[in-house]
């Protein structure tokens, strides 16, 4: 609309706008999409189109980490032939490259830590999630908001909208009482715990639950223990890292076909045993993201973890170890492709050497006066990503 010079022409132009109705607009939405989904359709494999919708797991305009999306990747499962997480990390590079020079992935880097990021333009992000739903026909088949969204809207939904749902990330959204709700058939107690109502589940297709939180203070009013797994029967990949819960209820048992949990920066500091039940978990991560010095936070049930038949990956980075006789049962099975731990004794040191080590913190270890990293890998360096080393004299 250039041409247009005078306020009479452009008065005439916002009156034609104005009598554009909605259907026109979706329309030309959908049009655009059409046209756009080439480039979708003309990716050389499945594997690259699943990990660009992956993509719009996040919220419009977000910039996502490449570690995050990569680790993400892996975790559903779109990179798996990989002997060490350096080599899954590798494909994973391969894999933006290519969605970079089919113009569907913009790359940048953080200003102050210079680390990677990419993000999708708004259009492409909606082309995504467009997509997903059947080019519109199942629009809440995945439920993705950022932390400016209002989510009021989705406590209000009846139980019968959520029913065609595969998908619900809320991620970098303030873990308060609307979102609590959202993920519960009543109210919550006097003591803040969300529990479940005894009827059918309420999400009964929901396969993946992501809820990256923060807190705008390290000291919340009030904690809470999750407590609608029963609602969630084929649920596949749950995170909740960064969500301010202390503890994970006994019927995440009902999770027969989990792969997948992070409770990362959490305020966990106990495990129940039930997670044993969980014959499919490949991967489990339990890292603290700030270290602070503190040494290895002692966890009840940690050791429930080496009786996971299928897991893959374990990751208690920054936050604690699990114990020598833990460790040797996990070389038995020889199923381990990345394992990563904050360490404060040699013993300990010396069993993860067999073991593929992913990231590691030592903590403390006055009585070791020289490192190799044979010390720290079976395969020396390979697939070793991070190592942190904490003095304290």
């Known amino acids: 609309m250039s041409n247009k010079k005078t306020s009479e022409e452009w008065r005439h132009m916002l009156k034609l706008l104005i009598k554009v109705d909605i259907k026109t607009i979706t329309d ?21 189109r699943e990990c660009f919708l992956c993509c719009a797991q996040w919220p419009e305009d977000e910039r996502i980490p490449v570690y995050d999306l990569i680790e993400h990747w892996i975790a559903l499962g779109l990179i798996s032939d990989f002997e060490n997480i350096g080599e899954a990390f590798d494909e994973g590079y391969s894999i933006i490259a290519k969605l970079n020079e089919a113009c ?14 990419v993000k999708l333009h708004d259009v492409i992000h909606d082309m995504a999630l467009w997509i997903v739903s059947e080019c519109g026909k199942e629009k809440n088949k995945w439920i993705v908001c950022g932390r400016g969204d209002d989510l009021r809207q ?7 909208n959520w029913k065609e749902t595969e998908l ?34 309420r999400y009964p297709n929901l396969q993946s639950l992501f809820l990256e939180g923060y807190s705008k203070s390290d000291h919340m009013s009030r904690q809470f223990v999750i407590n609608v797994f029963p609602h969630m029967p084929s649920l596949t990949h749950l995170n909740l890292s960064g969500i301010p819960i202390t503890g994970l209820s006994k019927e995440i048992r009902v999770l027969v076909n989990l792969r997948y949990i992070n409770i990362s920066n959490t305020k966990i500091q106990s495990l129940p045993s039930e997670l044993k039940e969980l014959k499919e978990l490949k991967y489990f991560l339990f890292r603290c993201k ?15 973890l080496s009786m996971l038949p299928k897991l893959q990956v374990l990751d208690l980075y920054g936050n604690t170890c699990l114990e020598a006789d833990d460790l040797r049962l996990l070389m038995e099975r020889n199923r381990i492709k990345g394992i990563s731990m904050l360490v404060e004794l040699v013993e300990i040191l010396g069993l993860l050497k067999h073991l593929p080590t992913w990231k590691i913190r030592l903590h403390s270890m006055q009585s070791m006066h020289t490192l190799q990293f044979c010390d720290l890998s079976y395969k ?5 990503m991070e190592l942190g080393i904490t003095l304290w004299l």
């Open 28 to 48: 030309i939405e959908e049009s655009l999409f059409h046209n756009l989904k080439v480039s979708y359709d003309n990716l050389v494999s499945d594997t690259l």
């Open 290 to 304: 700030y270290y602070r010095g503190r040494g290895v936070l002692k966890v009840d049930g940690l050791s429930t």
């Open 168 to 201: 619900i990330s809320f991620k970098g959204t303030n873990f308060n009482k609307t979102l609590q709700k959202l993920l519960s058939d009543q109210n919550i107690d006097e003591k803040g715990q969300v529990s479940c109502a005894s009827t059918s589940p």
């Open 380 to 384: 020396h360096d390979e697939g070793l």
């Open 154 to 160: 989705f406590s209000e939904w009846e139980a019968g």
């Open 104 to 117: 569907l992935l913009e790359l940048g880097f953080y200003f102050n830590s210079g680390d990677e990021y």
